[in-house]
């Protein structure tokens, strides 16, 4: 895809979620138009979340399915059996391809705490030509229903939102489906399904950043923590873990 499409810049990421019930974490590589960002997190239970965002390199590594963070007393070593996702295309030329459940392995330090890795986690590469001013807010996240087969999903509303052929996607012991729309309150706690069933949100701690530069702007809240709930179904979570998050961006 061209850097430009007349006025509007490419905009492209990768982000990788890893969701433990003891440690969470996160690594994205995101580009809009020239200027490149890269950053991480890792979130504890009862603990203020680790992060950094920046315009360098800053320790920040995305080689295939290899996730590496080096920067001062954190490092991060992870490993994703990656499949084949759910690729979907949308207005402005968006294309998305989305993964979760994904088995993950590894290695998160933290000073003097060390985790070793044994989990599931989420894959979001998405790149098109956005509109100027783009809001959307956004779950991802793994677990286990009640009845022991492995969960993951991906739920969206603001963007690639279509009635049918969104990128909304449920994964029940790795088989896909969509879903209908989803609603997410203002303070992100729930997301409800159009065809019934919700997921109840607890929050641990949350990256947030906002930046004001030229004719970038842009505020984003994205929380980490635990889900309780049911999806359409009747697939009911026994544990859940991921992130939801408020986007709002002029870019």
Request: aromatic residues 10%; contains cysteine.
């Amino acid at each position: 895809m061209r850097m430009w499409r007349g006025t509007r810049p490419l905009k492209r990421w990768r982000y990788v979620g890893v969701f433990c019930g003891e440690v969470m974490l996160c690594v994205g590589d995101a580009r809009v138009g020239p200027i490149r960002q890269r950053f991480w997190a890792v979130a504890e239970p009862d603990r203020p979340i680790t992060e950094r965002t920046t315009l360098t390199r800053g320790g920040v590594r995305l080689d295939g399915s290899r996730v590496c963070v080096e920067a001062a007393d954190v490092r991060i070593d992870v490993t994703l059996d990656e499949g084949p996702g759910i690729e979907t295309t949308h207005a402005d030329d968006v294309w998305t391809r989305k993964q979760a459940g994904v088995p993950a392995r590894g290695e998160v330090r933290i000073g003097s705490r060390s985790y070793a890795l044994a989990c599931h986690g989420v894959v979001d590469d998405t790149a098109g030509y956005h509109g100027r001013h783009t809001r959307w807010m956004w779950s991802a996240g793994v677990g286990q229903s009640t009845d022991g087969r492995r969960v993951g999903w991906n739920l969206v509303t603001g963007v690639n939102d279509e009635q049918h052929g969104s990128e909304r996607a449920i994964w029940v012991d790795g088989e896909p489906f969509e879903p209908g729309p989803v609603t997410f309150s203002g303070d992100m706690r729930r997301i409800e399904f159009a065809e019934g069933g919700a997921l109840d949100f607890s929050e641990w701690s949350a990256r947030e950043n906002t930046t004001n530069a030229l004719f970038l702007r842009s505020r984003y809240r994205q929380p980490f923590g635990t889900f309780t709930g049911s999806f359409p179904g009747g697939v009911s979570l026994r544990e859940g873990f991921g992130v939801v998050e408020l986007h709002d961006a002029y870019w």
